[in-house]
């Protein structure tokens, strides 16, 4: 058996939201990937809303390696990230979108590049010279529009704030999440925002694969969720320009109703 180097350990993060056809089949992937990785690693599976068998069917995998976090009420994506982030054992904690349109073999080209920069971030970016991209035109055209109104109100360096998977030192993840308020649409920027506010500075990017698929963007992108994300980018413009909620102590995360975790 393959010894795995002892400097660090992953914790995965994976928000889950009604993806009982697929998610065991994902994990699989995902634990494949992290098989070959060269650190010890844990998934953290957080099941954001008890609304179909994902979390039965996940226990019923006895999958190795993989806790399983639910809850009954649906909260959002941030809200699952940021929950499974306190839960985390690893040193480097890092968050996939778990519809696996970002090819999770990337994630030791995130690794590689924190090791490479000693980083606080490793931002996964669709726009990084070496990244190979395939998602339709109009979601291109919303995430270049989104990319300039983000620079105009933040200044962020980040050339894509929004794709689905990044990693962070554990130490610069303690001081963030506290701070942390999203729950649904702009979390991954909000992030962003806190760790700049707060002088995490060694945030940088790397390339990734994605292919994203019209059914998919169709699924996800619609008039609400714009909406959302421009409802919710504003209101982080708020707090940190008007409010200066950043730089003030942080809060603890309230757990939701009916919480519920399941070790492998």
Known sequence: MELKESNHFLSLIVPVYKQEKTIVRNLKHLINVLGKIRYDYEIIAVIDGILDNSSKKIKKANLPKVITLAYIKNQGKSYAVRLGMTKAKGDYV???????????????????????????????????????????????????????LVKLMFGIKVRDTQAGIKVFKKKALEKIL???????????????????????????????????????????????????????????????????????????????????????
């Open 178 to 264: 506290p701070r942390l308020m999203e729950k649904q649409f702009a979390g991954d920027l909000e992030i962003l925002v806190a760790a700049d506010t707060l002088g995490f500075d060694r945030i940088y990017e790397a390339p990734i694969k994605l292919e994203y698929s019209t059914a998919a963007f169709t699924s996800a992108v619609n008039i609400n969720a714009i909406k959302g994300i421009l409802i919710d980018t504003f209101a982080i413009f708020y707090r940190k320009h008007v409010v200066g909620h950043y730089r003030k102590t942080g809060r603890k995360l309230v757990k939701p109703k009916g919480l519920k975790v399941v070790r492998a």
């Open 94 to 148: 890092m968050f996939i979108d778990s519809g696996m349109e970002i090819d999770p073999n990337g994630i030791s080209m995130l690794l590689e590049h924190m090791e490479w920069y000693n980083a606080d971030i490793i931002v996964g970016s669709k726009r990084h010279l070496a990244s190979r991209v395939k998602y339709p035109f109009m979601r291109k055209v919303l995430s270049y529009g989104y990319y300039y």
